[in-house]
């Protein structure tokens, strides 16, 4: 241990920690799509203005986002086999709760969590479009539904995407915090790794290039995104 | 024929409509003239329901309404039958100006893709736009914007063709070509127009008949010659001063 850094560790650390990778980007982008499907619906439905659905939305975005995420995944983790437990008792119905892997809770608290934020960013996107086009749509004869998906979300996922970006780059990060629910994944291999040599230092310093490394791809990816998207707008100069 | 039986509307205490009765028919071109605050907006946007009146009748050919009891389905058929140009034209702006014209074709009206593509192309021609079928509206100016959104509305072969103030957004050099498609549009097409705007002389020129609404109610109509020459009314010859001495002046 005469170097600060052994670097021949880092790498084969490196090589290690690479399957990891599959989980953690497992896990965000099956959250984000699932987040993205729930933040999308309770926009709607707060800009629709739907009773009963939208008082669920309110309720759902206060908790969603005031809890801390590793909250949420606790909550998930030790409520909902309890919940399942009930519902088996009162019903009969076997849900096989002791059977759900830990991957599915952690699945379903960080989909909790970055639903209700992504139920923000959709609904400024949405309200950013000129209401003229929907009128328009109306106009035309198209339904609400036709006007909403071929015109606004259109226009509206431009303008969400960087948005999403963001909170796509913050969920890969927060999935760092599954392991405490058993889930392992590219902190939770490391950890496991580190206790075995007590090389803290460099193990972290890997785990926070492949971490960089992701994020930086992902940036490129969204980027790319925003571009395709954005064909039929002006480019602002600002 | 577009009828209103007695329609009201209110923006809460704001009583924008005061019991509206009157029969636009069949093929005219009518224009509806007023101060601003009129209602003259909030009516023809009652047609297609953009605005719901609070009470009243409205009556498009064979589809009578109440609009208190319109369902869903009512609202759809009529604005099937109706298209709009807007003040602010209100081009699909993820859309090119042919993929603006298609999309109603295709979508609400089932055409098939390639023939809605020719149809399109035939009307965008038409008002003199065909070399622009593929720019997005950003890279138009207010009038071609406008002229699409013309394009827009014929192509959908509506009975009835309403404009929202067509020209009050554009650069007083850019009003000419759009008053001249509408123009060629009231001459060359047979369903009804109905049409908002302050421009008199359009109004004198290509209207069958007019109808002069101030405080939400309709004040004086008739043909033109009529009400915008020889006016009854105090209010309609107050409004119209400004226009008439203007031609005094000329003579």
């Known amino acids: ?238 | 024929m577009i009828e209103f039986r007695n329609i009201h509307k209110a923006f809460g205490e704001n009583k924008v409509l005061k019991g509206i009765n009157c029969t636009i028919p069949t093929g005219s071109v009518t224009v509806i003239v007023g101060p601003s605050g009129s209602g003259k907006t909030t009516l023809l946007r009652s047609v297609n329901f953009l605005e719901r009146a609070d009470s009243g009748e409205i009556i498009l050919d064979d589809i009578h309404l109440d609009v208190e009891k319109a369902t869903k389905a009512d609202i759809h058929k009529i604005r099937q039958r109706t298209a709009m140009v807007f003040q602010m034209y209100n081009l699909f702006k993820n859309k090119t100006a042919l993929e603006n014209i298609i999309e109603g074709l295709a979508i609400v009206r089932k055409v098939p893709k390639a023939a809605a593509k020719e149809k399109a192309l035939y009307f965008l021609e038409k008002v003199g736009l065909g070399h622009k079928a593929d720019a997005y509206p950003h890279e138009l100016s207010g009038g071609q914007q406008q002229r699409i959104g013309i394009a827009r509305a014929l192509a959908l072969n509506p009975d009835v063709i309403l404009f929202d103030e067509p020209t009050s957004a554009l650069d007083p050099e850019l009003v000419g070509e759009v008053l001249e498609v509408m123009k060629k549009v009231a001459q060359e097409v047979n369903c009804t127009l109905v049409v908002v705007t302050h421009e008199i002389a359009f109004a004198r020129e290509v209207a069958d008949h007019v109808i002069f609404m101030d405080g939400g109610v309709i004040v004086e109509q008739g043909p033109p010659q009529e009400i915008l020459n020889n006016p009854k009314e105090d209010r309609t010859k107050q409004f119209l001063s400004r226009y008439i001495s203007l031609i005094e002046y000329n003579i």
Do not use: C
């Open chain 1, 1 to 238: 241990m005469n170097n600060i850094l052994e670097f021949s560790f880092m790498w084969d650390t490196f090589i290690h920690l690479l399957q990891f990778i599959p989980v953690t980007l497992f896990l965000a982008i099956i959250s984000m799509i699932l987040a993205s499907i729930i933040g999308l619906a309770s926009a709607i439905v707060q800009l629709r203005n739907i009773p009963i659905l939208k008082q669920i939305a309110t309720v759902y975005l206060l908790i969603g986002r005031a809890v801390p995420t590793m909250v949420m995944l606790y909550i998930v983790y030790f409520g909902l086999p309890i919940l399942l437990l009930v519902f088996t008792d009162k019903t009969g119905i076997d849900t096989g709760y002791q059977h759900i892997p830990p991957m599915v809770f952690a699945i379903a608290g960080l989909t909790v969590h970055t639903g209700a934020y992504l139920t923000e960013i959709f609904r400024a996107a949405i309200l950013s479009i000129d209401k003229g086009q929907m009128e328009a749509a109306l106009s035309v004869g198209m339904t609400w539904f036709q006007g909403f998906y071929r015109i606004i979300f259109r226009q509206a996922a431009l303008v969400a995407v960087p948005l999403l970006a963001n909170q796509f780059l913050g969920l890969i990060k927060s999935t760092s915090i599954v392991f405490t629910i058993t889930v392992i994944e590219l902190l939770g291999g490391a950890k496991i790794a580190s206790v075995e040599t007590y090389r803290y230092l460099e193990t972290y310093l890997v785990v926070a290039i492949m971490y960089w490394s992701i994020s930086i791809v992902f940036e490129k990816l969204f980027l790319l995104a925003e571009q395709k998207l954005g064909i039929f707008k002006k480019e602002a100069n600002i």
